[in-house]
Each structure stands twice: as structure tokens, then as C-alpha cells.
């Protein structure tokens, strides 16, 4: 079974910067990629997804991740945050096409952004 | 368009007590997911409903037990409470079982 990693559990950045929120995911012959955002006290929301296609994919929020096969991974980045980015980030992976019913979540990022 | 609605929003029990969480899906949605997301953690995958047949389930033992309504609809029960099922529950729904997950805002709850 797929699984995901991502290698930073917290990612302070000042107001305007740009940042980036790293996910590995296992190997697989076929591999679904999600980001998803969680606001404080509240549940996911699925912020951008690759299935398949373009590598770079965007949300309507100005992020964008490009799934990159060769190093199996599928960072997110946005070129200038805002406060209101503030929250904690989660990176999922699904493998079989036909049943969404195995998402992995990762253990999160914590993205704190600073005036 | 109504979005996944979840009640209660917050809930505490004692250990040993059992519990259930109920999720209304959005319009349209006939499968529904839940996961279990402990403190500091990913959410985890418990099991999937799917036109109100289980489709699929995780690494949970059988004292975690759901139902799906034919509005499609669904409740997950805990028995036998511990203190480790204190978490966040979160329910998603989807158009169909190959479609993107669409999350409630979760049942905290608390087992002391």
C-alpha cells in the first residue's frame, strides 16, 4: 500500500515570502496525489489534486504542486502567502483508480505564517 | 448545495461507554468515508460506505461499526470506549466511490 511522507512537521514564514511544503510518497505503478488544508477547529479541505495529466496542477488560492515521478514527489508551493494561509497542510495518496476507499494521509504541516 | 454536515460537534464519555457520530452527506453522494484523526496526526482511514454496503475498512478493530442510511446518510459507532479513541472524527463523502472525498468539519471527541 502507498504511503506518504512529509518532511516538515512545522514551516514558519514571514507575510509576502514564498514557501514550500515537501510530500514523498511511496512507490507505485499507478499514484493519485492529493493536498489537502485544515483551518483551525475545522475539517479538510481539499485544496488541489493530481490524477492525471499536466504535473502542475493549481488551486484557486494561488498554490500549486507538480507531481515529479522520477523523485516521487509532490510538493506544494505558492509564491507569496498571506496570513490567512495559515493552517495545517496535509498530503494524501491513493493507488487504485477504481475506489478512492485506501487515502493516506500524511502526518501534516504546520504552516505558520508571521507578519 | 449543501456541504457534509457531522453531530455533535464536540462529545465526552468515560471509558468503556460507547458512542455514535453522524454524518450527513452532500447532495448527490453515495459513498461516505471515516477517518479517525488523533492529536498531531493524519487523518486514518476506518471504513467506507458504499450505496449502504461496507466497502472496505482499515486497521481497526470490530468495536468500530458504521450503518448506512439509504438517504445515504451514516453513523459510526465505538463500543466499549478507550482512552485512545479521543480524537477528531471526520466524515467525507464523495459522488461515487471513484470521486474526490469532500470533508465535514468532524465530532471531537473526548474519552476520559
Known amino acids: 500500500a502507498q504511503s506518504v511522507t512529509q518532511l516538515d512537521s512545522q514551516v514558519p514564514v514571514f507575510e509576502e515570502a514564498p514557501v514550500e511544503l515537501r510530500c514523498n510518497y511511496s512507490s507505485s505503478v499507478s499514484v493519485y496525489l492529493f493536498w489537502y488544508v485544515q483551518y483551525p477547529n475545522q475539517g479538510l479541505q481539499l485544496l488541489l489534486k493530481?490524477?492525471?495529466?499536466?504535473?502542475l496542477v493549481e488551486s484557486i488560492n494561488g498554490f500549486e504542486a507538480e507531481f515529479n515521478k522520477s523523485q516521487t514527489s509532490f510538493h506544494l508551493r505558492k509564491p507569496s502567502v498571506h496570513i490567512s494561509d495559515t493552517a495545517e497542510y496535509f498530503c494524501?495518496?491513493?493507488?487504485?483508480?477504481?475506489?478512492?476507499?485506501?487515502?493516506?494521509f500524511g502526518a501534516g504541516t504546520r504552516l505558520t505564517v508571521k507578519p | 448545495e449543501t456541504g457534509v454536515t457531522q453531530s455533535p460537534t464536540h462529545l465526552i464519555k468515560t471509558r468503556g461507554q460507547q458512542v455514535t457520530l453522524r454524518c450527513s452527506s452532500q447532495?448527490?453522494?453515495?459513498?461516505v468515508s471515516w477517518y479517525q484523526q488523533a492529536l498531531g496526526q493524519g487523518p486514518q482511514f476506518i471504513f467506507q460506505?458504499?450505496?449502504?454496503?461496507?466497502?472496505g475498512r482499515g486497521n481497526f478493530p470490530p468495536r468500530f461499526s458504521g450503518l448506512q442510511f439509504p438517504n445515504y446518510s451514516s453513523e459510526l459507532n465505538v463500543n466499549a470506549l478507550e482512552l485512545d479513541d479521543s480524537a477528531l472524527y471526520l466524515c467525507?463523502?464523495?459522488?461515487?466511490?471513484?470521486?474526490?472525498?469532500?470533508f465535514g468539519p468532524g465530532t471531537r471527541l473526548t474519552v476520559l
Open positions: 467525507a463523502s464523495s459522488l461515487t466511490r471513484t470521486d474526490t472525498q469532500y
Open positions: 447532495s448527490g453522494h453515495n459513498t
Open positions: 460506505y458504499y450505496r449502504e454496503e461496507e466497502n
Open positions: 494524501a495518496v491513493s493507488d487504485l483508480p477504481f475506489n478512492n476507499n485506501d487515502m493516506r
Open positions: 493530481y490524477l492525471s495529466g499536466s504535473t
